[in-house]
């Protein structure tokens, strides 16, 4: 029980308690020795008597009120725990759509990760065929060198058409450096692309990654909020069926002080409520 909110009432109650208390003990007294109150006891025993009354019905407006305080506070708190489960529910839902969104961009990760390296290794096989182009056609323009050399020494002798195929070799592997270059670029640019396609896709997946992360702890905290409402709630519950109990109870006492049942018994069993609530309310 909620100890603090009991001090006013316990202080109530054993006020109660020691008049009770001190109203049994001298009707027992009497009663084992057969002797009749004075009237000064029958005064003080029914000042207790009328004491106990009042603080009964006291007693059966404050519980009352407890049952009508719990019950707002449980649904009050259930109204709060069903907002709490919705929000959960949302922020899971969250995290699984960004689970599963990356998830896919591992996948688009992989493929683009393929696609790059096929264009590296283009890259890198056109570079070589370039550089091996090249590296043909400076060795063909050095023997046309050689050969314009020669014919200025040996213009009498037949070389002219040699000289021109050479030339027209020389320009074809010009066009195919041209072509070979072209491509190259074709593919750097693509590769260019890829690669930053490929990088913005990694950002992404650690952006969601930071989320997800973000997304757990949210969804941890918001375990433990739902977690905390439904303790409350069950706290309430158990108060609330305490303070049900007590009224019924408190109400049918009272009900019998009206009834003008007065009796050492009856004495007791107000003792006994007394005693059940205190060790109740201090649980």
């Known amino acids: 029980m909620e100890t603090v909110s009991f001090f006013k009432t316990l202080g109530v109650m ?4 020691e008049e009770v208390t001190a109203a049994a003990s001298s009707l027992m007294e009497m009663n084992a020795m057969n002797v009749s109150p004075t009237e000064e006891e029958s005064a003080r025993l029914q000042a207790a008597f009328g004491e106990i009354s009042i603080q009964l019905h006291q007693l059966s407006v404050e519980s009352q009120e407890k049952i009508q305080e719990y019950n707002a506070r449980k649904e009050e708190s259930a ?3 069903e907002t709490s489960i919705r929000e959960y529910t949302r922020i899971q839902e ?7 969104a990356n998830a896919d961009a591992r996948v688009a990760l992989a493929r683009k990760s393929a696609e790059k390296d096929e264009y590296e290794r283009a890259c890198k096989k056109s570079e070589t065929d370039l550089a091996d182009i090249k590296r043909r056609r400076d060795a063909e323009v050095r023997k046309a060198e050689k050969k314009r050399e020669d014919l200025k020494k040996w213009f009498w002798v037949p070389g002219y058409g040699l ?23 074709e593919e750097h640019r693509r590769l260019t692309e890829l690669s930053g396609q490929y990088e913005r896709l990694c950002r ?3 952006e969601r990654n930071q989320k997800i992360e973000l997304t757990k702890a949210r969804l941890s905290e918001q375990t433990r909020l739902v977690e905390q409402q439904n303790a409350t709630i069950e706290m309430y519950k158990k108060q609330l069926l305490y303070w049900e109990d007590f009224h019924m109870q408190i109400s049918r006492l009272e009900s019998k002080f009206k009834a003008g049942e007065k009796s050492p018994d009856m004495m007791y069993e107000v003792v006994e409520l007394m005693e059940a609530f205190e060790d109740a309310a201090e649980e």
Do not use: P
């Open 14 to 17: 054993r006020s109660i308690f």
């Open 79 to 81: 109204v709060a725990a």
């Open 94 to 100: 969250n995290l699984l759509q960004l689970e599963k």
């Open 163 to 185: 000289y021109l195929a050479i030339d027209t070799l020389v320009n074809e592997l010009d066009n195919e450096i041209g072509s070979l270059g072209r491509r190259l670029d």
């Open 204 to 206: 992404e997946v650690d």
